[in-house]
Nanobody, 124 residues
Framework: QVRLVESGGGLVQPGGSLRLSCAAS????????MAWYRQAPGKERELVAR???????NYADSVKGRFTISRDNAKNAVYLQMNSLQPVDTAVYYC??????????????????WGQGTEVTVSS
Protein backbone atom coordinates (compact mmCIF):
# COMPACT_ATOMS: atom_id res chain seq x y z
CA GLN A 1 0.00 0.00 0.00
CA VAL A 2 1.83 3.10 1.27
CA ARG A 3 5.42 3.04 2.47
CA LEU A 4 7.64 5.66 4.06
CA VAL A 5 11.39 5.16 3.83
CA GLU A 6 13.88 7.28 5.77
CA SER A 7 17.52 7.86 4.96
CA GLY A 8 20.38 10.09 6.02
CA GLY A 9 21.06 8.94 9.55
CA GLY A 10 24.49 8.11 10.82
CA LEU A 11 27.28 8.99 13.21
CA VAL A 12 28.27 12.62 13.57
CA GLN A 13 30.42 14.58 16.02
CA PRO A 14 28.95 17.23 18.31
CA GLY A 15 28.39 20.44 16.38
CA GLY A 16 27.96 18.59 13.12
CA SER A 17 25.02 18.40 10.75
CA LEU A 18 22.88 15.75 9.11
CA ARG A 19 20.04 15.90 6.65
CA LEU A 20 17.32 13.27 6.94
CA SER A 21 15.07 12.39 4.03
CA CYS A 22 11.80 10.53 3.89
CA ALA A 23 9.94 9.55 0.74
CA ALA A 24 6.44 8.15 0.54
CA SER A 25 5.42 5.76 -2.19
CA UNK A 26 2.41 3.70 -3.10
CA UNK A 27 -1.21 4.54 -3.69
CA UNK A 28 -1.19 8.17 -2.51
CA UNK A 29 -4.10 10.46 -3.22
CA UNK A 30 -2.82 13.34 -1.10
CA UNK A 31 -0.64 14.00 1.93
CA UNK A 32 -1.66 16.26 4.76
CA UNK A 33 0.79 16.95 7.58
CA MET A 34 4.23 15.36 7.64
CA ALA A 35 6.43 15.15 10.69
CA TRP A 36 9.59 13.82 12.26
CA TYR A 37 9.61 12.06 15.60
CA ARG A 38 12.49 10.62 17.57
CA GLN A 39 12.94 8.11 20.32
CA ALA A 40 16.04 8.03 22.47
CA PRO A 41 17.00 4.92 24.44
CA GLY A 42 14.77 4.55 27.47
CA LYS A 43 12.58 7.50 26.52
CA GLU A 44 9.18 8.03 24.95
CA ARG A 45 8.83 8.88 21.30
CA GLU A 46 8.54 12.64 20.89
CA LEU A 47 7.56 15.03 18.14
CA VAL A 48 10.56 16.86 16.72
CA ALA A 49 9.07 18.88 13.89
CA ARG A 50 5.87 19.03 11.88
CA UNK A 51 4.88 20.67 8.62
CA UNK A 52 1.37 21.04 7.25
CA UNK A 53 0.31 20.70 3.65
CA UNK A 54 0.29 24.49 3.48
CA UNK A 55 3.85 24.79 4.76
CA UNK A 56 3.23 25.85 8.35
CA UNK A 57 5.80 24.42 10.74
CA ASN A 58 6.30 23.83 14.41
CA TYR A 59 9.19 22.42 16.40
CA ALA A 60 9.98 20.96 19.74
CA ASP A 61 11.54 23.58 22.00
CA SER A 62 14.71 21.53 22.23
CA VAL A 63 15.42 21.82 18.49
CA LYS A 64 14.16 25.30 17.65
CA GLY A 65 16.81 27.29 15.85
CA ARG A 66 18.82 24.17 15.03
CA PHE A 67 16.51 21.96 12.96
CA THR A 68 14.52 22.83 9.86
CA ILE A 69 11.72 20.74 8.37
CA SER A 70 10.74 21.07 4.73
CA ARG A 71 8.79 19.11 2.13
CA ASP A 72 8.68 18.52 -1.59
CA ASN A 73 5.12 17.70 -2.55
CA ALA A 74 6.08 16.69 -6.08
CA LYS A 75 8.32 13.97 -4.63
CA ASN A 76 6.06 13.07 -1.68
CA ALA A 77 9.07 13.76 0.49
CA VAL A 78 9.88 15.46 3.77
CA TYR A 79 13.30 16.48 5.03
CA LEU A 80 14.88 17.40 8.33
CA GLN A 81 18.03 19.51 8.29
CA MET A 82 19.75 19.10 11.64
CA ASN A 83 22.50 21.52 12.61
CA SER A 84 24.54 21.99 15.78
CA LEU A 85 23.87 18.42 16.78
CA GLN A 86 24.55 17.42 20.37
CA PRO A 87 24.68 14.06 22.15
CA VAL A 88 21.16 14.62 23.49
CA ASP A 89 19.92 14.44 19.90
CA THR A 90 20.99 10.81 19.66
CA ALA A 91 17.89 8.79 18.83
CA VAL A 92 16.08 6.82 16.19
CA TYR A 93 14.27 9.31 13.98
CA TYR A 94 10.94 8.35 12.44
CA CYS A 95 9.09 9.88 9.53
CA UNK A 96 5.34 10.30 9.87
CA UNK A 97 2.71 11.40 7.37
CA UNK A 98 -1.07 11.65 7.26
CA UNK A 99 -1.91 10.20 3.86
CA UNK A 100 -5.17 9.88 1.98
CA UNK A 101 -5.21 6.55 0.21
CA UNK A 102 -7.66 3.88 -0.89
CA UNK A 103 -8.06 0.15 -1.06
CA UNK A 104 -8.53 -1.46 -4.47
CA UNK A 105 -9.68 1.84 -5.95
CA UNK A 106 -12.35 2.37 -3.31
CA UNK A 107 -12.73 2.92 0.42
CA UNK A 108 -10.86 6.22 0.53
CA UNK A 109 -9.48 7.08 3.93
CA UNK A 110 -6.76 9.09 5.65
CA UNK A 111 -4.46 7.55 8.22
CA UNK A 112 -1.01 8.07 9.69
CA UNK A 113 1.88 6.13 8.21
CA TRP A 114 5.28 5.59 9.76
CA GLY A 115 8.72 4.84 8.45
CA GLN A 116 10.94 2.22 10.04
CA GLY A 117 13.33 4.80 11.43
CA THR A 118 16.89 5.93 10.85
CA GLU A 119 19.50 6.06 13.60
CA VAL A 120 21.28 9.28 14.49
CA THR A 121 24.23 9.07 16.85
CA VAL A 122 26.02 12.20 18.02
CA SER A 123 29.27 11.33 19.71
CA SER A 124 32.91 12.33 19.77
Amino acid sequence: QVRLVESGGGLVQPGGSLRLSCAASGRILSIDAMAWYRQAPGKERELVARITSGGSTNYADSVKGRFTISRDNAKNAVYLQMNSLQPVDTAVYYCNADIKTDYSGAYIYTKPFWGQGTEVTVSS
